[in-house]
Nanobody, 122 residues
Framework: QVQLVESGGGLVQAGGSLRLSCAASGRTVSNYAIGWFRQPPGKEREFVAA????????SIADDVKGRFTISRESAKNTVYLQTNSLKPEDTAVYYCAAASFAKLIRSSVDYWGQGTQVTVSS
């Protein structure tokens, strides 16, 4: 089992930044990559970014590339999503997820966090 706890969401003005954190725990957490997904109001959940624990590989969705970055702090079992130049259309519930890296980039998830709300005002 893997437990995922997100934090760092909130209300921000357009052009602002937020850093979201995902704290992962569980005996097998090192076997999984960690990803971020988001669900805008009234829309489907969509892939945002993913990173394995033990390589420099990352994957970022095209519509946030250049504005969002994903990173990890392995000693703390924590993955971060740095969101910059936020737009109102980035408003969504942001979810942390765990699965293999190959599954995450295909939007297939084994474990979900509870989500954190990001609201970007215009």
């Amino acid at each position: 089992q893997v437990q995922l706890v997100e934090s760092g969401g909130g209300l921000v003005q357009a052009g602002g930044s937020l850093r979201l954190s995902c704290a992962a725990s569980g005996r097998t957490v090192s076997n999984y990559a960690i990803g971020w997904f988001r669900q805008p109001p009234g829309k489907e959940r969509e892939f945002v970014a993913a990173i394995p624990w033990s390589s420099g590989l990352t994957s970022i969705a095209d519509d946030v590339k250049g504005r969002f970055t994903i990173s990890r702090e392995s000693a703390k079992n924590t993955v971060y999503l740095q969101t910059n130049s936020l737009k109102p259309e980035d408003t969504a519930v942001y979810y942390c997820a765990a699965a293999s890296f190959a599954k995450l980039i295909r939007s297939s998830v084994d474990y979900w966090g509870q989500g954190t709300q990001v609201t970007v005002s215009s």
